[in-house]
């Protein structure tokens, strides 16, 4: 069927057997200093959004809320996780993160994804803000010790 989600690959994304298959996450360095990207199974992590970078600043806002980001990665397709938008602080740097949860995002092309997603804002630096769904809050929660020994933040072993 035409309206039929598709995978990155062009298959239909629940028969897609690289999608339901175990994701291998891996970081990479970039050009930029400071700056990594995670790819899953060699590729970007999602079909909407080419790469997933970012810097140290950004890294220490999912790290401060890992529950939430364990939250999302945990939820199961559409369904919108008991996460609320609130205020949150980071007990290492003392920064107040505000956590907004959206219920969908549209696309350049205009098109409405019906997929939840999270947006941390610090509040020191509003420019220090960050967006991830499901797909990156699993990846970032697969990597949290290998991105928290990078972003030199101590995150307690879960």
């Given at each position: 069927m035409p309206d039929e989600d598709r995978c990155q690959h062009g298959m239909i994304?629940?028969?897609?057997?690289y999608c339901q298959a175990e994701p291998e996450y891996?970081?990479?360095k970039?050009?930029?200093?400071d700056?990594?990207?995670?790819?899953?199974?060699?590729n970007s992590i999602t079909e909407f959004d080419k790469?997933?970078?970012?810097?140290?600043?950004k890294a220490r806002l999912f790290l401060a809320c890992i529950d939430i980001v364990e939250e999302l990665a945990a939820a199961q397709g559409d369904?919108?996780?008991h996460i609320r938008n609130r205020e949150f602080v980071d007990l290492v740097g003392g920064d107040r993160i505000f956590v907004r949860v959206e219920s969908f995002f549209e696309r350049s092309d205009g098109r409405r994804?019906?997929?939840?997603?999270?947006?941390l804002q610090s509040s020191k630096n509003p420019d220090?803000?960050?967006?991830?769904g499901r797909r990156k809050a699993k990846a970032i929660f697969a990597l949290r010790r290998k991105i928290a020994r990078w972003a030199n933040y101590p995150l307690a072993d879960r």
């Open positions: 994304r629940r028969s897609c057997s891996k970081i990479e970039t050009k930029y200093r700056i990594i990207e995670i790819k899953h199974n060699g790469n997933f970078m970012f810097g140290r600043d369904e919108l996780p994804v019906n997929v939840p997603w999270i947006h220090i803000s960050i967006g991830f």
